[in-house]
């Protein structure tokens, strides 16, 4: 014990040695040799990773160079005729694809509005609990939905509000003789995607606010107890102060990936609610590129996608750190 | 110290029941007030509506899958909400063959063996990253960080898959999303901070990092590593756009998921019919029923909710770890 707490600084010192070399006593080749083979094993254990991300995430990245081509599979990446920017002239002035970027930025707008405040709100109703096992017992079922595909979510609401299901069936025995099928119809279809989103992640996401409240130090709410603040002023002055750090980040995050959202959720229901309300920019770079084998001009529409959430992202960041957060990553 | 009088004052308030009522709620504080009756009841309400929410598809569905035909025409063909005519029959007809007893097979094994794979993967890049001082660790986490940020998209990812010989091919599934740079972070900072202390002593004592990795670090981070397994795992059972992608074409060659997309897109295209064609995924005709489908929904259900009890206590961990480090 006492040998390693005297050992360790020397270590520690060394260490800072070799990273920085500001004695300079030996060569900074021989250094940077000698850094590399005592952490080789280190490096080779990143390998794997690396070398899968090399593959499938920079090989299509160098792909996109087909946004530019008239892509053929026979001529493939170097011998596919250039064509500049024709793919995203025709994007630009292609219904289809402003329908797609209409739809995404209703559709989401309408689920932020309706999904962000819920998880807030059962999470103060959680915190309020006073029994923990009840709490914990009711917090796990609601996290359940979290751990199921988007496939069987979907399936479930078709069987409890879809056309044969269970609301549909008790709507028609008490004298409704001809119910909206909500899981085909357009105008319910904006609606539908945010009860889906609700139903599937809420208790999950109480998981972060709730943290957040149980780091409120209970003296506050005591000291606003004894002058004589009610339940509702304390809600209003301590708990939900509480929470605005976190609300800030996560929303700003949100706003991050808003072109790229719910994109399984979306695809599965396309058939059954028809493009014209369920045709989202995700969606439609798939049915561009793959269904109908335009490569080019799914990949195009996938390039503006890409930079426009990294434009997103990075917007997000900053507005994270004007409002003095951390965001996805620090200044 | 404030406290004192307000005791005195809620004692007053309440008379004689204050001693039950203080030791049935342990946990108020002494200086909130005691809650009022409508306030407990739109409380109550709520948790009860929350659960009856989550819960009530579940039950129903469960209870269609183990339904006879009768039961489920007695309930117009829909799902069945109170139990009559139970059956074992659906589960006997899946289990003795056919897609749905392949698919099943076929997820749990990609599930395994991805996992597998992912979680290796993702210890040793987690591990080879966490020192401070390494050689190159800034360059090779920031390559990895990059492709958090941006992607090439779905189209030149499944030509290079195409290109790999992916198609069709089960590896598919598998490579393409093994790596989450985001559960490498989780990872990397839990070594970084949690273990660095007993990792920085065995390396002063001499141990390698092949060692220290085995025998050190990999026995203290068990929670980590169930919580990250478990999303891996989820992820993979789940995933259902990579089949679309790489092997839609060989119905014989699914994982369930696809085997339950099938009988969505085609229980909403036949909206109100309630008859699919399962039927034909289970190699005999004729035999389709709602209970049957509803089989299929609780085959996917089933490893989630038993896996579940089991990694949720570390949840709270694993995703505020993910919350802030992320």
Redesign the interface.
Known sequence: MST?VA??PQ??DA??D??RGRQGARPARAR?RA??R??R??????L???V??L??????????V?AFQDYN?YSGFLHSPWVGVANFQQLFTDPGFWRALTNTVVLFSIQLALFFPVPIA?AI?FD?????RLRGL?Q??????H??????V???F???L?????LP?FLRQHGITNPV?V??DPGTFKFLVSAQLI?KET??ST??F??ALAAIS?TL??AA??DGA??WRRLRHITLPGLKAITILLLILQLGYALTFG??QM???L??VGNSAGQVL?TF??EY??VQGN?SY??AA??F??FT??IL?VAANKVAHLFGQDG??RR | MTAIPRIAEGSAATGGSVRRRRRRSRGRPVWEEPPTTAGLMAKGGTLCLVLVIILLPIYAIVLTSFSTQGAVNNAGNGLVLWPHGLTLNNYKLIIGGGVVARALVISLAITAVGTAISLAITILAAYGLSRADSFGHKTILWTMLITMFFSGGIIPLFLVVSALGGYDAYWSLILPSAVSVFNIIVMRSFFASAAAEVIESARIDGAGDWTILRRIVLPMSKAVTAVIALFYAVGYWNSWFNIMLFMPADSQKWPLQMVLYTYVTEGSSMAGSGTSNVGQYLGRQQIATVSLQMAVVVLTLVPIVIAYPFAQRHFTKGVLLGAIKG
């Open positions: 390693e050992r360790r270590a520690a260490g800072r070799g990273g940077w850094r590399l005592r952490d094993s280190l490096i080779l254990m990143t794997p990773a690396l899968l991300l593959i499938f995430g920079y090989a299509p990245m160098l792909g996109l087909m599979v059962l109703l309020s609990m006073l029994s923990r009711i796990s079922v609601a996290s359940l939905p751990f199921f595909s988007w496939v069987l979907i399936t479930i078709e069987q409890m879809g056309g044969a299901g269970v069936a099928d899981m085909t139903w208790g999950w998981i972060v709730m943290a209970p709410y005591e107890a004894v009610g339940r994109f399984e695809l599965i229901q058939g059954a995700t770079s798939y590129g793959i490569f799914g990949a996938g390039l996608l890409g959430s990294v992202i996805l990553y």
